[in-house]
T-cell receptor, first 114, second 112 residues
């Protein structure tokens, strides 16, 4: 069975600094997709970034980028120039194209220190 | 506006009663999902459906039931067999074939 592991329940970073959130996953599939979602205090889930497993190039969205290591089954999220609005729960998610099942990790709560 | 609507936002029920949570989407998405969120547990998959009249159990389906009679709707019933139903429930939908899921605003269910 596929699993997603986020080993950091909580992290803090100084405003304007860079922080990296870790995610590892376990799968026997070769075709899949990975996502990072943000959940602010409103509890609305917001997609931050996505990565297709067949693409070697790491995805980037403005201040957000990923380090995708397929062989190591690792998918970390880097947030540059952290802003107060980045404070939220961050969830790593995995989706196989075989059956559309989407599995989430337990999340990392990110605090931004002014 | 296109989106996913969950209702109600807050729901209170007495122990032993079944309760149904509503989820409607007008995005023309094929797949729909129900997740349960508890503190420290992340999002756990209850049920998902790829097509009308078909659905699959997720990791924590016991005590829950669903139906998918229309593409737009995927209601979740929390039955009296669910041992600890108080939680935050999230519904999501996506296009078929591995794109990101879009989420509703959630329903906070409290059973007393």
């Amino acid at each position: 069975a596929q699993t997603v592991t986020q080993s950091q329940p909580e992290m803090s970073v100084q405003e304007a600094e860079t922080v990296t959130l870790s995610c590892t996953y376990d799968t026997s599939e070769s075709d899949y997709y990975l996502f990072w979602y943000k959940q602010p205090p409103s509890r609305q889930m917001i997609l931050v970034i996505r990565q297709e497993a067949y693409k070697q190039q790491n995805a980037t969205e403005n201040r957000f980028s990923v380090n995708f290591q397929k062989a190591a089954k690792s998918f970390s999220l880097k947030i540059s120039d952290s802003q107060l609005g980045d404070a939220a729960m961050y969830f790593c998610a995995y989706r196989t194209s075989r059956d559309d099942k989407i599995i989430f990790g337990k999340g990392t709560r990110l605090h931004i220190l002014p | 506006d296109g989106g996913i609507t969950q209702s109600p936002k807050y729901l209170f029920r007495k122990e032993g009663q079944n309760v149904t949570l509503s989820c409607e989407q007008n995005l023309n998405h094929d797949a729909m999902y129900w997740y349960r969120q508890d503190p420290g547990q992340g999002l756990r998959l209850i049920y998902y459906s790829q097509i009308v009249n078909d659905f699959q159990k997720g990791d924590i389906a016991e005590g829950y039931s669903v139906s998918r009679e229309k593409k737009e709707s995927f209601p979740l019933t929390v039955t009296s067999a669910q041992k600890n139903p108080t939680a935050f429930y999230l519904c999501a939908s996506s296009m078929w074939g591995a794109t990101e899921a879009f989420f509703g605003q959630g329903t906070r269910l409290t059973v007393v």
